[in-house]
């Protein structure tokens, strides 16, 4: 009822008034809608849709830089499977994304609750701390190498100044030791975006609960197991998986500490994919690794999908 | 407040607090020490007696001196920044209008599409560099700036879109509808009623979208090639470093002065810096 009256009304204005033909067309909502998304999906048909069919296609033959390719089929998947290389980038990858997802989980909600107390420079320190996140990842991992350097160490001449070591670390160039610390990076990196959104997840939870929970007689480790915890899931999930997409697919931070050295001992998908498609020109072998990535992805987008869609239904 | 006896106090929340501050900030103090620093010092093995590694008796600005005069650093801050704030308001000004339809407006697919976008979202730039390069160089795009500015929106605008659909859920019906009783068009109460509602939002999202734009780094890596061309992150990777020798001052100088354009606009709009963050994360 109101819906039409508001129709009649700007119609009845409409013939009083001048209109150009467009601006009648736009009344109409399906094409008001049509306009307002055509360059977005312009933009990212062009760039998104196009590129993905293109990389499916490129996948497929055995297209280098410069040659296009021939058809050859499921060819390059199938060296894929028989390549050394990336089965250890696979397996790199699956130990990066696990390892750092869990500290940064962990510290990042440890550093949320603490940030959640009220205490003098609570806003400045949260500013503060976001630093690692905004900061541009190639130029902070800089600052990182260079304190990794193996002769010129800070963290070497730390541990040797406390007696916990006695001869350097080559902390890249270990192959043992060059994963970790790439991890340590990630982590460093990604906790204080999981502490600022669990943070704000935390805030809209209603402190009365808590001061129920205590009257109740709940210490505070059970306060925050049964009360906090419960109500930060649904954040911490979308927060969880967001994380997992990134990491997955993870590249700058590894180019600048080890491009995937010593020995691939830090090969990830992505690593790889640019060592194969750009590097050495193989476009399609890269190509075809860079989609390898994508089942699991895709897995990831489907949990999140069901779940968005789960919460809006609430 | 923090409650209980002294000891606990430091012990749960001063020192875990203050661990974390120092260990998330220390990097940068370490790349202004370095940044400042005369060779001499730098390069003294760290097992030296006279290794001081946190302070300086003799800083200088030599490095940053190289950087700006013997370096492209300047021409990458410009490249760079032009580049960001282009594919910042291509997204806003994209993800504004499509916000808008997906929020507000009901047509067949808006569903669907709205997913589709959502999808768009989660797509990392590594999935899709090699293909993208291919289709830069045939659209004739390579090695120039419109080859990030026109890919840039891509992860950009479904960002923007997402989190203005948030705003624009939250303003009420009747605003717009009371517009259109006195006369406004559709279009003219979306201009003037809801866009100026919604600009809280803008500001986040355009706020978010620069410090994206000035993150990225695999897309300028792989999409320009000439020194002239690059941005930031990729000039310092690739130009300060001759085969296997790291200019670590002018290096540290170039990521100290690189991160200030985005520090700076962070530390004006912290609040809606945060905002945008949380809001990408709950949509």
Not at chain 1, 90 to 96: F, I, P
Not at chain 1, 181 to 190: A, E, H, P, T, Y
Request: hydrophobic fraction near 55%.
């Amino acid at each position: 009822m109101a819906v039409s009256d508001v129709t009649t009304t700007s119609d009845t204005y409409a013939g009083s008034v001048r209109r150009w033909p467009i601006t009648r067309l736009l009344e109409d909502e399906r094409w008001l809608a049509f306009v307002l998304l055509l360059p977005t999906m312009v933009l990212l048909g062009l760039f998104i849709a196009y590129p993905f069919v293109k990389g499916v296609e490129l996948s497929v033959t055995d297209a280098k830089v410069g040659v296009p390719g021939n058809f050859v089929g499921m060819q390059n998947f199938v060296v894929l499977l028989n390549d050394s290389i990336f089965r250890v980038a696979v397996w790199n990858t699956v130990v990066y994304t696990a390892v750092t997802t869990v500290f940064k989980l962990a510290l990042g909600l440890w550093l949320a609750l603490l940030l959640n107390r009220n205490f003098k420079g609570k806003a400045l320190t949260r500013a503060f701390i976001l630093l690692p996140f905004i900061i541009p990842t190639v130029l902070s991992t800089f600052a990182w190498k260079w304190m990794f350097d193996p002769t010129f160490s800070v963290i070497n001449w730390t541990l040797f100044r406390l007696g916990l070591i006695s001869s350097r670390i080559n902390w890249l160039g270990d192959p043992n030791l060059a994963l970790i610390s790439v991890i340590v990076v990630n982590i460093w990196r990604g906790v204080p975006f999981y502490a600022i959104s669990l943070l704000a997840g935390l805030q809209t939870i209603n402190p009365e609960l808590q001061d129920a929970a205590a009257i109740d007689g709940a210490k505070p480790w059970q306060r925050f197991w049964y009360v906090t915890w419960p109500l930060l899931l649904p954040v911490t999930l979308v927060v969880v998986l967001f994380s997992v997409i990134q990491t997955f697919a993870d590249f700058q931070l590894v180019y600048v500490l080890t491009g995937g050295g010593p020995a691939n001992a830090t090969q990830l998908f992505a690593t790889y994919a640019y060592q194969v498609g750009v590097g050495t020109g193989l476009l399609s072998q890269g190509a075809a690794i860079s989609l390898a990535m994508f089942p699991v992805l895709l897995v990831v987008v489907i949990v999140q999908l069901l779940y968005i869609r789960r919460v809006e239904t609430l | 407040m923090i409650e209980g006896a002294k000891w606990r106090r430091w012990a749960f929340f001063y020192i875990p607090l203050g661990a974390f501050i120092f260990t998330l900030l220390f990097p940068f103090y370490w790349m202004l020490v370095t940044a400042v620093r005369p060779d001499s010092e730098l390069y003294r093995p760290w097992n030296a007696p006279n290794y001081a590694p946190f302070w300086t008796a003799h800083p200088t600005l030599d490095h940053i001196t190289y950087l700006l005069q013997e370096t492209l650093f300047s021409t990458w801050m410009l490249n760079t920044l032009l580049i960001s704030v282009a594919a910042t308001l291509i997204s806003l000004f994209c993800g504004l209008l499509a916000g808008y339809a997906l929020s507000r407006l009901k047509f067949r697919f808006a569903g669907m599409l709205g997913t589709a976008i959502f999808i768009t979202y989660l797509v990392p730039q590594t999935l899709l560099f090699i293909p993208l390069a291919d289709i830069v160089r045939n659209f004739r795009l390579g090695d120039t700036p419109w080859a990030l500015i026109l890919t840039y929106p891509t992860f950009l605008i479904p960002f923007c879109t997402w989190l203005l659909m948030g705003y624009f859920k939250a303003i009420p019906r009747e605003l717009e509808e009371c517009a259109r009783i006195d006369g406004a068009t559709r279009w003219q109460a979306m201009i003037h009623i809801i866009f100026p509602i919604a600009v809280p939002g803008i500001l986040s999202a355009g706020i978010f979208a620069f410090t994206l734009s000035w993150n990225e780094f695999i897309y300028a890596l792989v999409f320009l090639s000439s020194p002239t061309e690059k941005t930031v992150s990729v000039g310092v990777t690739s130009e300060l470093i001759r085969g296997d020798v790291f200019y670590w001052g002018s290096l540290m100088a170039g990521a100290l002065l690189g991160s200030i354009p985005v520090a700076f606009v962070y530390s004006f709009f912290v609040e809606y810096y945060v905002a945008g963050l949380t809001g990408a994360v709950k949509g």
